[in-house]
């Protein structure tokens, strides 16, 4: 009689089981982005803070009122429109009229995540397709930027590039740590290192994504800045300013929107660090992140079919 530990077990997938689901994962980038959280808090106080909070209500209100009217299971509790509002929130300027960020909100759940079939059938970034809708809609309020602690008027640094007042950019480690103008979730680059540097500890997100997007803004904009004479703080800036570093760890990396093979994710990020820089550099906008992750998220579907693995002992197929 055949001993039966040694019977193989045939069922069907998955084979391999985790503890991990969707909403811890989506709680685990909440809690990355918690430093950068503090961070917008610190700098611009209670003006942030309703923007935040009206980001994610109106996200919670409009996904429970779409699923429901598209007759599909409530799926709110597993934090996904937390996550979007607060990364949209993250896009915006702390001085934007609240009615605009909840129309911002509403958007990027109804019609970047709902629409397309909820969580895990979108193509595009949910946030950024609220940003993207904003920014056309209203261009004004979504570029009327204001200082830390005091709330004046003031201009970005990428603005100040564009503008050519390289005189009055701020230090490194102003832009380092995050006292300058700029989006209420962008301007701390210390902060979103560190939320990005434990999602990549977690398991999250891959390397290969935010190095390659990073890597090549970097290599990009200091080749410009040696042909331009610009110095060493040219590529620094462009690292460091806008939404760099929170679209790399935060948007590009989105499990649903981005490439799933290895060789793919590498394509992934040098294509959005290419369409950042020109648009940077060649644009009308000083920022060019949000379109440039929009865009490659057309092409995910193209970049894995070209980059997918060989199946063992399959034949090559012909056209």
């Not at 994610?56 to 996904?80: F, G, L």
């Not at 929130?89 to 129309?103: E, G, K, N, T, Y």
């Not at 490659?296 to 894995?304: A, G, R, S, Y």
């Amino acid at each position: 009689m055949a001993n039966k530990d040694n019977l193989l077990v045939v069922s069907s997938s998955p084979h391999i089981h985790s503890s991990n689901n969707v909403s811890n994962s989506m709680r685990d980038v909440i809690v990355a982005l918690i430093p950068a959280l503090i961070a917008a808090l610190y700098y611009f106080h209670f003006a942030a803070l309703k923007v935040i909070v009206t980001c994610i209500v109106v996200a919670i209100i409009s996904e429970y009122i779409s699923q429901k009217m598209m007759k599909r299971d409530i799926t709110i509790k597993d934090s996904s429109a937390i996550l979007t509002g607060l990364l949209l929130a993250f896009c915006l300027p702390p001085s934007i009229p609240l009615w605009i960020a909840a129309i911002g909100s509403a958007v990027a759940i109804i019609i970047g995540k709902q629409m397309f079939g909820g969580l895990g059938n979108n193509i595009f970034n949910p946030a950024l397709i609220g940003r993207g809708f904003l920014l056309a809609s209203w261009p004004v309020a979504m570029t009327n930027w204001t200082a830390p602690f005091d709330g004046v008027t003031t201009a970005t640094p990428l603005g100040m590039i564009k503008e050519s007042v390289v005189q009055e950019l701020p230090s490194i480690s102003q832009l380092f740590m995050g006292n300058i103008g700029g989006c209420i979730g962008e301007t701390s680059a210390l902060a979103l290192i560190i939320g990005g540097l434990y999602l990549l500890v977690k398991g999250h997100i891959d390397w290969r994504i935010p190095f390659s997007y990073l890597g090549t803004v970097f290599a990009l904009t200091a080749i410009v800045g040696v042909a331009n004479g610009e110095g060493s703080w040219f590529p620094l800036y462009h690292l460091f300013a806008g939404g760099l570093l929170l679209g790399a760890f935060f948007m590009a990396t989105d499990w649903v929107t981005s490439p799933i093979t290895k060789k793919g994710r590498i394509i992934f990020g040098i294509g959005c660090g290419l369409l950042t820089v020109l648009i940077r550099l060649k644009g009308g906008f000083p920022e060019g992140v949000c379109y440039s992750i929009l865009l490659m998220n057309m092409v995910t579907p193209l970049i894995d079919r070209y980059t997918k693995a060989r199946v063992l002992g399959g034949v090559r197929q012909h056209a």
